[in-house]
């Protein structure tokens, strides 16, 4: 990567996580009725991530780190999840969406780790819940490791990295006005590569329809080897993001990773057309899958393109068990699996 074995990078997904981190469905508020089913939708991802053995129930996959807000809530928490002996902690959260809230695992060639805070500002002012914004460096106090604050606003599932040196993000988020006023482009990729460890940055444009994270790249596009990306293709001119994904595509052909290599695209089905409770179009993606220690977690939809967009997914990863499972409530919240993860290296 041309950096000191001093250097801190942020490792690939599919490299070997300690723990999972993930907060539990807590705020009637924000989800209302759908709360139950999102809490089922939850607890079946734990399940996935903890991988217990069915008859013995010794968890082969990554141990759980679940955030609840109070007793009741880890009371509540540990009847659904009781079983894959997740560790528990009383922080106080907005909402679920890790990703975007929880601080990055850093690591150098010799083995030492460090915590990236990013500074979180509601997705651009639009959501602003007490305890997200101090939510990273108070987990990183928690996890007792030494932590740095990036000096960009923006969220983790903004960033999608290769661990050898390629970082991939859209235009859409990182210099969108409600983020980072007057930002150029050589400034967002000069702070990633000091603060990611990368040396190359590679940009899509915008995203999803209704996508209040204003085009994260984990609904996009994602590294599942070195130079190797998966994005999604819409299966006919109905498709909500026709014009969003066939643009994506293109872009992707046209670029390098740090190593020079050109990148192999391997194009998934689009959802289709996904709508909330309401009637509006919801940012459904397979894209936006969790990679564990022993398995590769899918959302589904409950659309026709389901079940092939997660056998095409397991083709990707032949050591891990591939597993669909339901996002369909958790996406009336604005994102799914991805979203709500974060790995701990």
Same mark, same amino acid.
């Given at each position: 990567?041309? /950096?000191?074995?001093?250097?801190?990078?942020?490792?690939?997904?599919?490299?070997?996580?300690?723990?999972?981190?993930?907060?539990?469905?807590?705020?009637?508020?924000?989800?209302?009725?759908?709360?139950?089913?999102?809490?089922?939708?939850?607890?079946?991802?734990?399940?996935?991530?903890?991988?217990?053995?069915?008859?013995?129930?010794?968890?082969?996959?990554?141990?759980?780190?679940?955030?609840?807000?109070?007793? !009741?809530?880890?009371?509540? !928490?540990?009847?659904?999840?009781?079983?894959?002996?997740?560790?528990?902690?009383?922080?106080?959260?907005?909402?679920?969406?890790?990703?975007?809230?929880?601080?990055?695992?850093?690591?150098?060639?010799?083995?030492?780790?460090?915590?990236?805070?990013?500074?979180?500002?509601?997705?651009? $002012? $639009?959501?602003?819940?007490?305890?997200?914004?101090?939510?990273?460096?108070?987990?990183?106090?928690?996890?007792?490791?030494?932590?740095?604050?990036?000096?960009?606003?923006?969220?983790?599932?903004?960033?999608?990295?290769?661990?050898?040196?390629?970082?991939?993000?859209?235009?859409?988020?990182?210099?969108?006005?409600?983020?980072?006023?007057?930002?150029?482009?050589?400034?967002?990729?000069?702070?990633?590569? =000091? !603060?990611?460890?990368?040396? $190359?940055?590679?940009?899509?444009?915008?995203?999803?329809?209704? =996508?209040?994270?204003?085009?994260?790249?984990?609904?996009?596009?994602?590294?599942?080897?070195?130079?190797?990306?998966?994005?999604?293709l819409p299966w006919s001119r109905e498709d909500p993001n026709y014009d969003v994904l066939s643009a994506i595509y293109q872009q992707l052909q046209q670029l390098t990773d740090a190593r020079g290599r050109s990148l192999t695209i391997?194009?998934?089905?689009?959802?289709?057309?996904?709508?909330? /409770?309401?009637?509006?179009?919801?940012?459904?993606?397979?894209?936006?899958?969790?990679?564990?220690?022993?398995?590769?977690?899918?959302?589904?939809?409950? &659309?026709?393109?389901? !079940?092939?967009?997660?056998?095409?997914?397991?083709?990707?990863?032949?050591?891990?068990? &591939?597993?669909?499972l339901s996002a369909r409530t958790l996406l009336e919240g604005g994102g799914a699996f991805h979203c709500i993860t974060q790995q701990e290296l």
């Amino acid at each position: 990567m041309g /950096t000191s074995p001093t250097s801190f990078f942020q490792p690939a997904e599919w490299q070997p996580h300690r723990a999972c981190w993930l907060a539990f469905p807590s705020h009637e508020a924000l989800w209302g009725d759908l709360l139950p089913r999102v809490r089922a939708e939850f607890t079946a991802l734990c399940r996935a991530i903890a991988n217990p053995d069915p008859r013995t129930g010794y968890c082969y996959g990554e141990p759980l780190n679940i955030l609840v807000l109070d007793e !009741a809530g880890e009371r509540e !928490a540990q009847s659904l999840l009781g079983a894959l002996q997740p560790q528990f902690h009383r922080v106080p959260f907005g909402d679920i969406w890790l990703r975007d809230t929880a601080p990055i695992t850093l690591v150098n060639e010799q083995g030492d780790r460090q915590l990236l805070c990013l500074p979180f500002n509601g997705w651009g $002012k $639009k959501y602003e819940l007490a305890g997200d914004a101090e939510l990273a460096p108070r987990l990183a106090r928690l996890m007792g490791l030494p932590y740095r604050t990036l000096s960009l606003t923006l969220e983790g599932g903004a960033l999608e990295v290769d661990g050898e040196g390629t970082c991939l993000s859209t235009q859409q988020c990182l210099l969108n006005p409600n983020r980072n006023p007057g930002v150029t482009v050589a400034e967002v990729e000069a702070h990633l590569r =000091d !603060a990611l460890g990368v040396e $190359k940055v590679l940009w899509i444009e915008s995203g999803l329809a209704n =996508d209040h994270t204003d085009g994260h790249i984990d609904t996009l596009v994602r590294f599942v080897a070195p130079a190797t990306v998966v994005c999604m293709l819409p299966w006919s001119r109905e498709d909500p993001n026709y014009d969003v994904l066939s643009a994506i595509y293109q872009q992707l052909q046209q670029l390098t990773d740090a190593r020079g290599r050109s990148l192999t695209i391997i194009p998934l089905p689009s959802p289709g057309i996904v709508t909330s /409770t309401q009637g509006e179009i919801l940012p459904a993606s397979y894209v936006n899958f969790y990679i564990a220690n022993t398995t590769v977690v899918v959302p589904t939809y409950g &659309t026709e393109a389901d !079940a092939k967009a997660v056998a095409a997914i397991a083709e990707l990863f032949p050591s891990r068990t &591939t597993i669909g499972l339901s996002a369909r409530t958790l996406l009336e919240g604005g994102g799914a699996f991805h979203c709500i993860t974060q790995q701990e290296l």
